[in-house]
């Protein structure tokens, strides 16, 4: 099950990514344009947000089998120390749930919104936020943290 969920974890970044790229460009466009948010904006927008938290889902499950994790868990003041050990218990799992925070209260405000304009602006801002937070905590090939793209 690990391995599955490792592979499904590592694989719906880049649906998240693509799906938070076309969502933010869409709102950002449909700000400055003064356009309407139709039905299909609000689809999108949903399918970003289900996707997030479809990841959230699994993260969890994964950081409760983790060999890391619990290798990481055994000696916390150790972790702590070590930047890889400290990216694993503690940065990585951080950083996406606050970025999926984000992009949910990003949801609900753009809900709330009284215009199209302000929904617009709304997911355009903290979706934003939400990739940027979500991109710096991916363990990126390049990264100090170094895994595989896929
Ligand atoms: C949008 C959100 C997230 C993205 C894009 C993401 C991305 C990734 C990537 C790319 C990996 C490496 C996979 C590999 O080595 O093949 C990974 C591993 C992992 N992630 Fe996430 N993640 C997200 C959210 C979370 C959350 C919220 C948690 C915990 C609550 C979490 C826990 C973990 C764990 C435990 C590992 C595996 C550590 C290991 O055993 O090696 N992730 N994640």
């Given at each position: 099950m690990y391995t599955g969920l490792m592979h499904l974890h590592s694989a719906l970044r880049y649906v998240i990514l693509a799906l938070l790229i076309i969502t933010?460009?869409?709102a950002f466009a449909g700000w400055f344009g003064k356009k309407e948010y139709t039905a299909g904006d609000n689809k999108l927008s949903l399918f970003t947000f289900i996707s997030a938290h479809l990841?959230?889902?699994i993260g969890l499950i994964l950081y409760g089998i983790s060999p890391v994790v619990k290798a990481g868990?055994?000696?916390m003041a150790a972790s702590m120390k070590d930047p890889i050990m400290r990216f694993w218990t503690?940065?990585?799992?951080?950083?996406?749930?606050v970025a999926i925070l984000?992009?949910?209260l990003g949801r609900i405000m753009s809900k709330k919104a009284g215009?199209?304009?302000a929904k617009h602006r709304?997911?355009?801002v903290y979706y934003l936020l939400g990739l940027i937070l979500i991109f710096s905590a991916i363990p990126w090939?390049?990264?100090a943290v170094a895994r595989p793209w896929f």
């Open positions: 933010i460009i869409k990841q959230l889902l868990m055994a000696d503690v940065e990585h799992m951080l950083s996406m749930i984000i992009i949910t215009t199209d304009t709304r997911i355009a090939p390049f990264s």
